[in-house]
């Protein structure tokens, strides 16, 4: 059987990530954040998609 999927609101994600919420709002807005899904008018994150969001988008460093 396979794990359970963790999802994240809004405020719970900016907490993980230490940023503001606006933020994540902006990039919702921007399409320029991890991806969600809506549920009713609230936005969830699989942490499984914002951990790949976040790998994507590492700089620096040896590969």
Not at 13 to 26: M, Q
Request: proline letters at 3%; zero cysteines.
């Amino acid at each position: 059987m396979a794990a359970a999927e963790t999802w994240l609101d809004t405020s719970e994600l900016a907490e993980y990530l230490k940023i503001p919420r606006r933020t994540l709002d902006t990039w919702a807005y921007k399409g320029t954040g991890p991806k969600y899904t809506l549920m009713g008018r609230h936005r969830r994150y699989k942490l499984s998609n914002v951990e790949r969001w976040a790998d994507d988008r590492a700089k620096g460093g040896a590969a």
